[in-house]
């Protein structure tokens, strides 16, 4: 089955301690990217990746790093996480970056006390 | 700046009702406009989407139309059903940063 799969599904953390959320799709697509979703604002992405080694900053990518050693996987990386990282995080993948379906994993609910 | 705008932020219908959803993108070269559809605790899920060199697509009770003149394109739900309740995602293309921007979305509830 096609799929982008995320994990934790849920976390909650103290402010500071560092944390990986994990991504992966088994579609062999290219790119790969990283969304916040908060109450009345959208889907904003964090970053985004269009291969392997190739990553770029989003809209609102302080406060977070990525890596994308393999084309399957790309964590999301939150060094020294902070209460406004408290979120509704979406990793999702497509082929290409337009023009293409983007498959959404099913979301991580993250809280930094 | 580059966004694309969405309204309603809410819609409330009665079950077999039609259902609009209007969306404005500011980048005149976009050519790709999906529809995501997001269910409670489950990430966005295509629904539909439309290419600019079409004015119209329709797939069952669910139709886009895009006014490639006026920048705007609107997601059209018709007889709507209790199963139709979600939250709705227009996105459009920004080549500039060759990504796709989402609207800030619209939670739609259909009433029995």
């Known amino acids: 089955e096609a799929q982008v799969t995320q994990n934790p599904r849920y976390l909650i953390t103290v402010t500071g301690k560092k944390l990986t959320v994990t991504c992966s799709q088994n579609m062999n697509h290219e790119y790969m990217s990283w969304y916040r979703q908060d109450p009345g604002l959208g889907l904003r992405q964090i970053y985004y990746?269009?291969?392997?080694?190739?990553?770029d900053k989003g809209d609102v990518p302080e406060g977070y790093k990525v890596s994308r050693k393999e084309k399957r996987n790309f964590p999301l990386i939150l060094e020294s996480p902070s209460p406004n990282q408290t979120s509704l995080y979406f990793c999702?993948?497509?082929?290409?970056?337009?023009?293409?379906?983007?498959?959404f994993g099913p979301g991580t609910r993250l809280t930094v006390t | 700046g580059e966004n694309v705008e969405q309204h309603p932020s809410t819609l409330s219908v009665q079950e077999g009702d039609s259902a609009v959803i209007k969306c404005t993108y500011s980048d005149s070269a976009s050519n790709y406009f999906p529809w995501y559809k997001q269910e409670l605790g489950k990430g966005p899920q295509l629904i539909i989407d439309?290419?600019?060199?079409?004015g119209e697509k329709k797939d069952q009770r669910i139709a886009v139309t895009l006014n490639k003149t006026a920048k705007h394109f609107s997601l059209h739900i018709t007889e709507t059903q209790p199963e139709d309740s979600a939250v709705y995602f227009c996105a459009a293309p920004f080549y500039n940063n060759n990504d796709m921007r989402f609207g800030a979305g619209t939670r739609l509830t259909v009433k029995p």
């Open positions: 439309i290419r600019s060199n079409v």
């Open positions: 999702a993948s497509s082929l290409y970056p337009i023009g293409y379906e983007q498959y």
């Open positions: 990746s269009m291969n392997v080694e190739v990553t």
